[in-house]
């Protein structure tokens, strides 16, 4: 018996440290990042920095794989993160539809419970802006202005937070949109050519036109620094302090060392210069949130966003 609880034990030492050495030996094969959007936009260029960084850490290949699938779902690109291994080798970098709203879309792999956050990195730099001889300089102006006027919201599409918030905004601001519309494109022509007086876009398809326009308000965490007098829709309304952020996500049984060594590479690559650089550029907020907040922040984002729809019913 003796001998039997001698062999065991060390049988299971044995077992353990394999265990162990497997898990320290994470990476050992390329990671994929998995993007649910085409190349090209903030999320994506972030991405393949923390890639290329994660590739110098490490010794293995990293790469973004572009996978879209339609800004109101399904996602497939978040999909196959949710049912890849629970490894570490395949990495979703996910706008907040994804773990926010995709369950509420009917699309039953992007319950929240499926995924743990391992940090949030980017603010996406939205904004309402219109042009510089508007007769309206704030949203309480442009809401008394609209109870007696139509005005037309130019947008990306109802799916996205950001319309989601503006239209919020008219509604406890007790005001309409004269008429409303999504376009491809909400840049400096837009507002020139009169086919919108107001718009929902990312400041960084302004910037061009700045000293011709009007930041009315950012629907960010924090105010924009390269527009610091516009405040955020959380200080308008404290209701719809929300914005549209990126982050990386993990499988929810991914062990925690692998976890770690993630979350350390995409920490540095945030606060890098390179990373800081294209957020000076472009109005973009780049920081790091870490697990836990970042977890937080997406329990009480659902609730906004649950608040949001019962505004807009």
């Keep these: 018996m003796m001998t039997r609880n001698i062999l065991g ?9 394999m ?8 990476p050992e094969k390329p990671v994929s990042f998995v993007v649910p959007w085409p190349p090209g936009d903030l999320e994506d260029v972030l991405t393949r920095m923390i890639a290329e960084d994660f590739q110098a850490e490490y010794g293995v ?19 196959e993160v949710a049912n890849a291994p629970a490894d570490g080798y395949t990495i979703g970098s996910f ?19 499926q995924f743990d956050p391992l940090g949030i990195f980017l603010t996406y730099p939205f904004v309402i802006a219109t ?29 996205l937070t950001p319309t989601q918030v503006t239209k919020a905004l008219a509604a406890n601001m007790d005001f309409e949109w004269g008429s409303d519309a999504a376009f491809d494109a909400l840049d400096c022509n837009t507002l020139a050519s009169g086919d919108a ?25 924090e105010r924009i ?50 990373a800081q650089a294209v957020a000076k550029e472009t109005g973009a907020l780049v920081y790091w949130q870490g697990p836990e907040e970042s977890a937080a922040r997406v329990a009480q984002d659902i609730e906004t966003v649950g608040r949001i729809e019962s505004i807009l019913e």
């Design 19 to 26: 265990g162990g050495a497997a898990l320290a030996d994470y």
């Design 9 to 17: 034990g060390t049988l299971a030492l044995a077992m353990a440290a």
């Design 95 to 113: 706008v907040i539809g994804v773990p926010v709203v995709g369950h509420q879309i009917g699309i039953d792999d992007l319950t929240p419970a």
């Design 197 to 221: 007086d107001v718009i929902n876009t990312t400041l960084q398809l302004i910037l061009p036109c700045l000293d011709d326009i009007k930041v009315l308000v950012s629907i960010t965490d």
């Design 61 to 79: 290949a990293a790469a973004v794989v572009n996978k879209p699938g339609g800004g109101g779902g399904p996602f497939p690109g978040a999909i």
């Design 131 to 159: 042009s510089a001889d508007a007769p309206y300089s704030t949203m309480e102006e442009l809401a008394a202005h609209a109870s007696e006027n139509d005005v037309a919201l130019g947008h990306f599409g109802d799916v």
């Design 225 to 274: 620094p390269l527009v610091p007098d516009a405040p955020t829709a959380g200080e308008v309304d404290e209701t719809l302090d929300i914005a549209l952020w990126n982050g990386l996500f993990v499988h929810k049984d991914t062990p925690q060392d692998v976890r770690e060594k993630i979350i350390a590479v995409a920490q540095k690559t945030a606060m890098s210069d390179r």
